[in-house]
């Protein structure tokens, strides 16, 4: 169950925060960095940092 | 459903191996029967490697996989190049052998891809125009993900700057026409991609190719690899690539519709998912797609339990813990990938049968880990 945990987790609780908000995520997995990007491609959201392990997310829908 | 680590003998290719194990051939180099039998064999599995690549049979040499052959071609080429430099250039979604051998030479440039997996080709130009650039290599067409290069394109920029080509055929030869490939030194392939041995690289290199044997070498293979070649293995690559080059076409049709059928099936049923490549423009047999919020090995193992054995190029499935190279260039999603290759014997039913079994594996493996 490791490799989709942290798009799981992101996923779950973008809707937590308004639109236009950045949710922090932290993952070292070596997949996160392509994951979140193909993540926020599929989902109309936007990847504004990605400095492993650190990433920001913006909420755009 | 997976031919990412060779396609099943075909069993033509199979009896010739059979028959070449009871005729005794010897030593190719030996003046004895077995050895002249054996050395007739060769010439004739040259000839027919030679025509599929619009080469001569005397350019071909049979080495132990494609991972030899690329390394072969790579540190081939930057040595017969090293007093112009050591820098190779590739793709960002060449085979990892490719970029091994080209980390090996000393320095390389991995020229971006787009998110169907084609290269840029304003910085393949700007990259092989650079000063201390040995050598370039491109694959005809990505192992995973099927999408054609613009490969001729490519040769043509190489051959303007003057610099050597290694065309990695490994995904392509025996499926689309490669007699007129154009530019190219040094071609690799694997016959265990097409229905033959495992143990059979071939590696063809142009007699004007600036290249040296970057091995020791013996009398074999006019000094090009070392050892008493397989000659049974060899000659069962070559049956394997006949019967595609003779029933290919025939059978690559069938293969693109049934490919074409999966990715409509597999974007209509399944939610959320990325099917990866380039739709059109791609080798008939091979399909890349990651499902979202599902992991790699998980949905493996349970396709395995419905009886379909797939790969994947996941981080959790993959024997190293990193995602696929060429998926995350292309920037497509790692996680919950499928890499399906058809074989010379898929059929209609199986395809049906993937696309009614993997939409209920997708919803139960996402309502156990609680995933949208």
């Not at chain 1, 973008?14 to 491609?41: H, K, Q, S, T, Y």
């Not at chain 2, 085979?95 to 091994?100: G, T």
């Not at chain 2, 290249?211 to 049974?232: K, L």
């Not at chain 2, 209509?268 to 047999?285: K, L, M, S």
Request: charged content about 20%.
């Amino acid at each position: 169950m490791k490799c989709p945990r942290p798009i799981i987790e992101i996923a779950r609780r973008i809707g937590e925060v308004g639109i236009g908000a950045v949710v922090e995520l932290l993952a070292d997995d070596p997949a996160a960095g392509p994951d979140l990007a193909a993540w926020c491609r599929m989902r109309g959201q936007t990847l504004v940092t990605a400095d492993p392990p650190r990433f920001l997310v913006r909420r755009e829908s | 459903m997976d031919s990412s680590s060779g396609e099943p003998m075909l069993p033509d290719a199979r009896q010739a191996w059979l028959d070449a194990q009871q005729a005794g051939w010897g030593d190719p180099a030996r003046l004895h029967r077995p050895g002249r039998l054996a050395a007739q064999a060769l010439d004739q599995a040259r000839e027919v490697v030679a025509a599929a690549v619009g080469a001569r049979p005397d350019e071909v040499v049979f080495t132990a996989s494609a991972a030899h052959s690329n390394y072969a071609a790579i540190a081939g080429l930057a040595l017969g190049r090293r007093r112009v430099g050591s820098h190779i250039v590739t793709t960002a979604i060449d085979h990892s052998s490719v970029l091994a051998a080209a980390r090996e030479t000393g320095s390389y440039t991995a020229v971006e891809v787009d998110h169907e997996g084609h290269v840029d080709l304003e910085r393949w130009t700007d990259a092989v125009g650079a000063a201390g650039t040995a050598a370039a290599c491109i694959q005809v067409a990505n192992h995973e993900v099927g999408t054609l290069q613009p490969f001729m394109k490519a040769a043509e920029i190489c051959q303007r700057a003057d610099v050597p080509l290694v065309l990695d055929a490994s995904a392509a030869l025996g499926r689309i026409e490669l007699a007129d490939a154009g530019g190219w030194s040094v071609l690799t392939g694997w016959a265990g991609a097409f229905g033959g041995p495992a143990s059979v690289g071939i590696l063809v290199i142009k007699k004007n190719a600036r290249w040296r044997a970057p091995y020791p070498t013996d009398d074999y293979q006019g000094g090009r690899w070392p050892g008493v070649p397989d000659v049974p293995a060899i000659y069962a690559g070559a049956v394997a690539l006949d019967c595609w080059l003779r029933a290919g076409p025939t059978i690559g049709r069938h293969q693109r519709q049934l490919i074409d059928k999966l990715r409509a099936g597999i974007a209509q049923h399944i939610p959320d998912v990325d099917v990866a490549g380039d739709p059109v423009r791609r080798v008939p047999h091979l399909l890349t797609f990651s499902v979202l919020y599902v992991d790699g090995e998980t949905l493996t193992l349970e396709l395995d339990k419905a009886g379909i054995a797939v790969a994947s190029g996941s981080a959790c499935s993959a024997s190293s813990e990193h995602p696929s190279h060429v998926l995350a260039a292309m920037g497509a999603l790692t996680h919950g990938n499928v890499r399906i290759g058809l074989t010379w014997t898929t059929t209609d039913a199986e395809i049906d049968r993937f696309l009614a079994v993997l939409p209920p594996i997708v919803a139960g493996i996402r309502a156990t880990v609680g995933a949208s």
